[in-house]
């Protein structure tokens, strides 16, 4: 189980003043509704809930040290000494630069390290090359919900700028290929002796 201590980021006998602050500082930047557009939502979501049990846990003076130890996934850690918990976490503040050089230092190469990747690619606006690392990372891992969700949140993106991209302009490909048209219809004429466009 973990400190809550150490969820709210402080040290043991830290003030109810200090824990208040960390606590509303935290529920803030979690809190579920600032974090709606968020491709780690539902990471943020948990984290906000953990804020709140440890915020609980401290008030109600049921947090002893005896309780309580250092959770420490080892499936996440790697060479480099930070995990991929913190590179989320670096990805939720919206730093996807600093995470994407974060998980090109490790030597940690699973599903979940794809995942990462796609989603900062994607937020970095590289959109094709986060696609395959998404699918990469569902590959896989195909039973992750997380990772076939945004697979399908992506996809869904580009088939929306594909459909605007075909119907732009007047709802048929014919009006993507305007030019052509008038070429093809300019030729047909001077087939039959006049002329649609005069300058070719």
């Known amino acids: 189980m973990?400190?809550?201590y150490e969820v709210l980021g402080l040290k043991r006998g830290a003030s109810k003043d200090e824990v208040k602050s960390a606590y509303r500082k935290l529920a803030k930047k979690y809190?579920?509704?600032m974090n709606e557009n968020n491709p780690l939502q539902d990471l943020a979501e948990e984290k906000f809930k953990e804020i709140q049990w440890a915020y609980d846990e401290i008030m109600n003076k049921t947090a002893s040290s005896s309780n309580y130890s250092y959770e420490n996934n080892s499936s996440y850690e790697n060479t480099s000494g930070s995990s991929l918990n913190t590179i989320?976490?670096?990805i939720i503040n919206g730093r996807f630069q600093d995470a994407l050089r974060s998980l090109n230092s490790t030597t940690v190469r699973n599903a979940e390290?794809?995942?990462?990747v796609g989603v900062c690619y994607?937020?970095?606006?590289s959109i094709g090359q986060g696609v395959q690392y998404v699918q990469r990372a569902v590959t896989m891992e195909p039973s992750n919900m997380e990772f076939r969700s945004f697979l399908s949140q992506i996809s869904n993106m580009q088939n929306s700028y594909q459909r605007r991209a075909y119907n732009y302009g007047g709802g048929t490909a014919n009006s993507l290929d305007c030019c052509t048209n008038l070429i093809c219809a300019d030729?047909?004429?001077?087939?039959l002796g006049g002329d649609l466009i005069s300058c070719c």
């Open 2 to 4: 973990k400190d809550p």
């Open 31 to 33: 809190h579920p509704d």
């Open 88 to 90: 989320r976490q670096q």
């Open 113 to 116: 390290w794809n995942y990462l």
């Open 122 to 125: 994607v937020n970095l606006g």
């Open 187 to 191: 030729c047909l004429c001077e087939c």
